[in-house]
């Protein structure tokens, strides 16, 4: 599968967990913005959230000269899931998807960050998470990829750092829950 941001002018291949196979259909989910491949037989694959692609053409090259740039992020929804009644341990007898991922989808991208030849990239991404009162509620730090990356919030917020017990030297901020978001 090939794809072009610059109307056709140029075509690159897709190989972000897509296999080499013969593309046979596609089709966008409006709602979700997800692009949805049918292939001669290997299955059917969902490419999640396309909305930073669909922005990366609209703005054309001046996209790639952006240090940092922010997109807009998909509803997200908080939802529990379980097994099927009756299946504990599903083994080959019962198929199961993956799915997307739990959490908000934050989608951005960086000009620079650690790709496979550069491992050593530390500068890392501060995404700070605030309710409607504009309170801080989480803050994440990690180090990103270079180009298109994407990140999951699990609803998490901030936990609380104590003087004792384990992790006390550490300095990651601790996990805590948010049963009821904002």
């Not at 090259?61 to 504990?88: V, W």
């Not at 009162?133 to 699990?154: A, D």
Request: glycine residues 8%; positive net charge; hydrophobic residues 35%.
């Amino acid at each position: 599968m090939y794809v072009s941001i610059n109307a056709g002018e140029d075509w690159v291949k897709w190989t972000h967990e897509f296999p080499t196979v013969s593309t046979m259909d596609m089709a966008v989910q409006e709602r979700e913005a997800d692009l949805v491949v049918g292939t001669f037989g290997r299955s059917a694959y969902v490419i999640d959230d396309i909305r930073p692609l669909r922005a990366w053409a609209k703005q054309g090259d001046s996209f790639k000269n952006q240090t940092i740039q922010l997109f807009d992020t998909p509803t997200a929804y908080m939802a529990s899931s379980k097994n099927a009644p009756g299946y504990y341990f599903t083994g080959d007898a019962h198929f199961k998807g993956e799915n997307r991922k739990m959490g908000a989808a934050v989608s951005f991208y960086v000009k620079e960050g650690k790709t496979k030849d550069n491992e050593s990239f530390k500068d890392s991404v501060h995404l700070k998470i605030f309710d409607k009162s504009e309170t801080l509620v989480r803050e994440i730090k990690f180090v990103p990829e270079k180009g298109i990356n994407k990140m999951y919030w699990g609803f998490d917020v901030d936990g609380i750092k104590l003087d004792f017990g384990w992790g006390r030297n550490s300095k990651q901020v601790p996990r805590g829950w948010c049963c009821n978001p904002r």
